[in-house]
């Protein structure tokens, strides 16, 4: 009878087809021009799963569009309210529509954090029996996000033009700070869902981690106000540029300083880079831990 070798083992039967060799997990980077051109192949996949994530909090509904607007509207009165009990002095003017622009950003980046953490582990199925890029989860998680976001500025306009803030030229400063809080969404999205696989616990902390994010970012206060003791804020929060420059040049029609774009810029490259390292490396090991 004749002896087969495979993988360097003899026997006595002679096998016929194909046979598969299994490795252990190794943790790195994939090939990143192969899995891009995967990932842009699936672009579709992406879109197709931001929206089913919409219709399914109702968001195809008036009243889950109508919620969307009203929660961060009725943070807005609440906080407004807050703040001129707890404050001795008058309000600048504008001040409500200053909140509002700025509790309608964050809360964008709130929602990315909180679905971008789950995006895997809610996933289970689609990992374990589909190939694809993981990395479309999270930021299909952060499209939702910016999804659920578009239909509040239109409160928001309506709130510009109640207060007699009108459209100007440093409107467009908007554009760049939403790109970057794009950038930064996707980094911090990619990073908290890879930190959920490993510890399911991390999402729960999350309500109280962006809480006092928010506190410490210019949307309930204005970056004038900050004492110089505690000038590092503006440097050491990625949001500050953000938030400062978002609402500043909607309703007071102010130009940023380029620097403060940069460093938010530089923030939202830094997470970005952070996350999508820390995602790419370990998404191997996904299918196994969930």
């Given at each position: 009878m004749a002896q087969a070798t495979v993988d360097g083992v003899d026997s006595d039967d002679q096998f016929v087809g194909n046979h598969h060799v299994y490795q252990p997990y190794r943790a790195g980077l994939p090939p990143l021009k192969p899995y891009a051109r995967e990932f842009?192949?699936?672009?579709?996949?992406?879109?197709e799963m931001s929206t089913a994530n919409i219709r399914a909090e109702n968001m195809d509904s008036?009243?889950?569009?109508?919620?969307?607007?009203?929660?961060?509207?009725?943070?807005?009165v609440v906080y407004f309210l807050l703040v001129n009990i707890l404050s001795n002095r008058g309000m600048k003017?504008?001040?409500?529509v200053y909140l509002l622009a700025g509790l309608?950003?964050?809360?964008?980046?709130?929602?990315?954090?909180?679905?971008?953490?789950?995006?895997?582990?809610?996933?289970?199925?689609?990992?374990?029996?589909?190939?694809f890029p993981r990395a479309l989860l999270p930021i299909a998680a952060?499209?939702?996000?910016?999804?659920?976001?578009?239909?509040t500025l239109i409160v928001l306009f309506a709130m510009c033009l109640l207060n007699r803030i009108y459209p100007s030229v440093?409107?467009?400063?908007?554009?760049?700070?939403?790109?970057?809080?794009?950038?930064?969404?996707?980094?911090?999205?990619?990073l908290l869902a890879t930190i959920q696989v490993y510890f399911r616990d991390?999402?729960?902390?999350?309500?109280?981690?962006?809480?006092?994010?928010?506190?410490?970012?210019?949307?309930?206060?204005?970056?004038?106000?900050?004492?110089?003791?505690?000038r590092a804020i503006e440097f050491l929060?990625?949001?500050?540029?953000?938030?400062?420059?978002?609402?500043?040049?909607?309703?007071?029609?102010q130009s940023p300083k380029l620097s403060t774009l940069l460093l938010a810029l530089a923030w939202a490259l830094l997470f970005f880079v952070v996350g999508a390292y820390a995602f790419l490396s370990r998404e191997r090991d996904f299918a196994v831990r969930i």
């Amino acid at each position: 009878m004749a002896q087969a070798t495979v993988d360097g083992v003899d026997s006595d039967d002679q096998f016929v087809g194909n046979h598969h060799v299994y490795q252990p997990y190794r943790a790195g980077l994939p090939p990143l021009k192969p899995y891009a051109r995967e990932f842009w192949r699936r672009r579709e996949f992406m879109s197709e799963m931001s929206t089913a994530n919409i219709r399914a909090e109702n968001m195809d509904s008036w009243f889950g569009r109508l919620w969307t607007v009203l929660n961060p509207l009725l943070l807005g009165v609440v906080y407004f309210l807050l703040v001129n009990i707890l404050s001795n002095r008058g309000m600048k003017p504008g001040y409500f529509v200053y909140l509002l622009a700025g509790l309608f950003l964050f809360s964008t980046l709130q929602l990315a954090m909180s679905e971008g953490a789950r995006s895997v582990t809610g996933a289970g199925k689609i990992i374990t029996n589909t190939a694809f890029p993981r990395a479309l989860l999270p930021i299909a998680a952060v499209r939702t996000a910016f999804g659920r976001f578009w239909p509040t500025l239109i409160v928001l306009f309506a709130m510009c033009l109640l207060n007699r803030i009108y459209p100007s030229v440093q409107w467009l400063w908007c554009i760049p700070v939403l790109i970057i809080l794009f950038i930064l969404s996707s980094g911090i999205a990619m990073l908290l869902a890879t930190i959920q696989v490993y510890f399911r616990d991390t999402r729960s902390f999350l309500p109280y981690m962006s809480r006092i994010w928010l506190y410490i970012s210019p949307v309930l206060w204005m970056p004038q106000v900050v004492p110089e003791k505690l000038r590092a804020i503006e440097f050491l929060n990625p949001m500050f540029g953000v938030v400062g420059t978002w609402s500043e040049a909607i309703v007071y029609h102010q130009s940023p300083k380029l620097s403060t774009l940069l460093l938010a810029l530089a923030w939202a490259l830094l997470f970005f880079v952070v996350g999508a390292y820390a995602f790419l490396s370990r998404e191997r090991d996904f299918a196994v831990r969930i």
